[in-house]
């Protein structure tokens, strides 16, 4: 396992932040080359010497790509590529770009992300191209990067035709898509559970990917349990999202606001402002809805698996808006639950580090890559937290501030 999951990459290498949640929280290391996304101007790319060979990998998130030029004999990080989703233009979530693909934009889907991954390689290495990019993304991303027909991924039963290990060519280079689960359980997080060693793990841990899909899974090496959770409009912007959670607590703790939700009558109709944030009603009744999806899915998958939340070992919090968010204010408004107090740790783009991994234990490790990787999409049992017993009352009682 690597020793530092949490990738440093200091602020000021993007000309705009993307909110992608690679930057790191706390000391800044200056990277041996410069970083850059496409806004950056004239920025150079990367001279590679003929001996050295080089791999990319890429996380093909919905909001953002990122990408990383390594050294595939050392591992070395050689550069960095950060841009926004041009799909972006169809929707801003996985359901509206299936919408999308399933009308007539399915071909334009494609061509868009695959010219911002060949941008990328283009800005990171001039001349000598990578022996192999590894991509890392949700099912629809993995789907619309691939060309494939999503309109079984967004109706009940949400059946996945295509599954395992995608491979394909980008630019002419031989190109890996990292396996998934199931239609909302993806290849993210499958790196996530890859680079955080859930194939070996004794002790019972939980991951989560907060966003607006919230993807969870709690287990171990002997067994695991994945679910997923439509948390909605309010976590689609990972900055927007972190502020309106602080500012949500602010508000409950100096009685602006009370623990159903509803703002004290002064700021009912125009709202409250909080320090530069006005927040209606309407936000947080989204922020409610949001809330309580997470936290019912938590709930309700911890006891699906057969522990107490005091049992668990280890909450994993991934993602660019986990990245982002103040914990204390999050446990304040119960978005997770108490007992996972002092078991966080925040673990930032497991998936641009899992597709990192697999890069390079293709190379050195490929026996055991491929024997983890197995195991964990064919024996992760996924849950359905919205067809358990007792999920409307538990989704209700938890859109409370508690």
Same mark, same amino acid.
Request: aromatic fraction near 8%; charge should be positive; proline fraction near 4%.
């Given at each position: 396992m690597s020793e530092n999951l949490v990738v440093n990459i200091p602020t000021g290498g993007c000309s705009d932040c993307t909110n992608c949640g690679l930057c790191a929280k706390g000391e800044k290391k200056t990277p041996d080359v410069v970083t850059f996304s496409t806004n950056a101007p004239e920025a150079a790319a990367t001279e590679i010497k003929d001996s050295v060979e080089t791999v990319v990998a890429v996380d093909l998130g919905t909001t953002t790509?990122?990408?990383y030029l390594v050294n595939a004999a050392t591992g070395e990080q050689m550069g960095v590529f950060v841009a926004l989703n041009p799909q972006?233009?169809?929707g801003p979530d996985v359901i509206s770009r299936i919408s999308a693909a399933s009308g007539t934009a399915r071909e334009e889907l494609r061509t868009l992300i695959l010219e911002t991954i060949e941008n990328g390689v283009i800005k990171l290495i001039?001349?000598?191209?990578?022996?192999? !990019?590894v991509i890392s993304g949700n099912t629809v991303m993995g789907y619309l990067l691939m060309g494939y027909d999503t309109a079984k991924l967004g109706v009940y039963p949400f059946e996945v035709e295509h599954q395992g290990t995608f491979t394909t060519e980008i630019a002419g280079i031989p190109t890996v898509l990292m396996p998934g689960i199931s239609a909302f359980v993806g290849g993210d997080i499958v790196s996530g559970l890859y680079t955080l060693g859930f194939s070996e793990k004794n002790d019972v841990s939980l991951l989560l990917d907060l966003g607006t899909n919230a993807e969870m899974? !709690?287990?171990n090496a002997k067994k695991r349990i994945a679910t997923s959770a439509a948390a909605g409009p309010a976590f689609e912007q990972k900055m927007y999202a972190t502020q309106l959670i602080s500012a949500a607590a602010q508000m409950l703790a100096e009685g602006k606001m009370d623990e159903t939700g509803c703002l004290a009558d002064e700021y009912f109709e125009l709202g409250c402002i909080v320090g530069r944030m006005l927040v209606k009603q309407e936000d947080i009744r989204s922020l409610q809805m949001a809330k309580a999806a997470v936290r019912t899915g938590i709930e309700l998958l911890v006891e699906k698996y057969g522990v107490t939340l005091e049992e668990i070992d280890t909450f994993y919090l991934a993602g660019g808006l986990?990245?982002?968010?103040?914990l204390d204010a999050a446990f304040s408004i119960g978005l997770f639950p108490e007992e996972l107090k002092g078991k966080v740790q925040v673990v930032g783009n497991t998936s641009l580090e899992g597709a990192y991994r697999y890069a390079m234990d293709e190379r050195n490790a490929k026996e055991s890559l491929n024997k983890a990787l197995k195991m964990l999409t064919e024996e992760t049992e996924e849950f359905s937290m919205a067809e358990a017993e007792g999920f409307d009352k538990r989704y209700i009682?938890?859109?409370n501030f508690t």
């Open positions: 790509v990122g990408m972006q233009l169809h001039k001349d000598k191209k990578p022996s192999k !990019i899974v !709690i287990g986990g990245f982002y968010l103040d009682t938890a859109m």
